[in-house]
């Protein structure tokens, strides 16, 4: 009987392994990818990132001290916070890729700036930002301290976290204004503009979920198609029109943004005259679309 026990759990353990291996592979690659935006791009053009990374490389600038000592001083009451509301394993994620930004801004070789074109930098500098936090968000951790709290708000507001992100860094990116001047100040906000949209498509990746509301005299037919050609539920509500007062069928389903133009060709096919209503989803629970808490 124990043997049998420990033969069910070790591929278990093994699976949980890999997974914590995998975690920590991308929240590597998502720190050194965010440190190559800073010191190849962002501050040779002396743009900042938002958060705590941009009042430590404001502090840097100032005195002309390591960056990479600004950073792991500045987040370390944040790694404390993350530890007491979030939990043991987030906290150790938070404080390894903090650690890995740190370390890389230090000792990864400086060749100068990929480009001297401030309009190239801002766009480039963003992507790249986008991209590494999008990286260490999906596999559990983050680069910055304020999004500990930006994913910790995002577990009870609709809003997704590159919006929360946005939210806190229009004051801080405001500030470097006094700084390195009023256009630059401009350009790191243009340039956060673009990483927040990419830390959403990266760090809630393809699958993102939007809700339908469709109107249609065949909602039967339609209703058949979309289960059977996009493998999705339906459910069908009945409504009365407000002018004509006759009664309605409504379809609603939940698909992924992939789906989206593969749905319209449908309903385009079926029924040219449908009506439908596209909002995107926030929050999934139950069913296909269940977020997987990482920690």
């Given at each position: 009987?124990?043997?049998?026990?420990?033969?069910?759990?070790?591929?278990?353990?093994?699976?949980?392994?890999?997974?914590?291996?995998?975690?920590?592979?991308?929240?590597?690659?998502?720190?050194?990818?965010?440190?190559?935006?800073?010191?190849?791009?962002?501050?040779?053009?002396?743009?900042?990132?938002?958060?705590?990374?941009?009042?430590?490389?404001?502090?840097?600038?100032?005195?002309?001290l390591s960056l990479g000592l600004f950073l792991f001083i500045l987040n370390l009451p944040f790694l404390y916070f993350g530890y007491k509301q979030i939990g043991k394993s987030f906290a150790i994620s938070v404080t390894y890729g903090i650690l890995i930004l740190s370390l890389a801004t230090t000792f990864i070789p400086h060749h100068g700036a990929f480009t001297n074109d401030t309009l190239?930098?801002?766009?480039?500098?963003?992507?790249?930002?986008?991209?590494?936090?999008g990286i260490a968000i999906r596999s559990g951790g983050c680069l910055d301290g304020s999004e500990t709290l930006a994913i910790m708000f995002n577990k009870k507001s609709p809003f997704s976290v590159g919006q929360i992100i946005l939210f806190m860094n229009l004051f801080i990116l405001g500030s470097a204004s006094f700084v390195f001047g009023l256009d630059r100040a401009m350009y790191s906000l243009i340039a956060y503009f673009i990483a927040f949209k990419t830390i959403d498509l990266v760090s809630e990746g393809f699958n993102q979920t939007k809700s339908i509301w469709i109107i249609s005299d065949k909602p039967d037919l339609l209703g058949e198609k979309i289960m059977f050609r996009l493998g999705r539920g339906v459910t069908y509500l009945n409504g009365r029109g407000g002018y004509t007062n006759d009664e309605k069928q409504v379809i609603f389903c939940v698909i992924s943004r992939l789906e989206e133009a593969k749905l319209k060709s449908i309903v385009k096919e079926i029924d040219p005259t449908a009506f439908l209503a596209f909002s995107n989803m926030s929050e999934i629970s139950g069913g296909n679309f269940k977020k997987q808490d990482i920690h």
């Open positions: 009987m124990t043997n049998d026990i420990a033969d069910s759990t070790a591929p278990r353990r093994t699976a949980g392994l890999k997974k914590i291996a995998l975690n920590f592979l991308g929240i590597t690659a998502g720190a050194l990818i965010m440190a190559i935006a800073l010191e190849n791009v962002l501050i040779p053009n002396q743009l900042i990132d938002g958060g705590v990374t941009g009042i430590a490389m404001m502090i840097s600038h100032m005195t002309g190239l930098a801002t766009v480039l500098g963003g992507i790249m930002l986008g991209i590494g936090v």
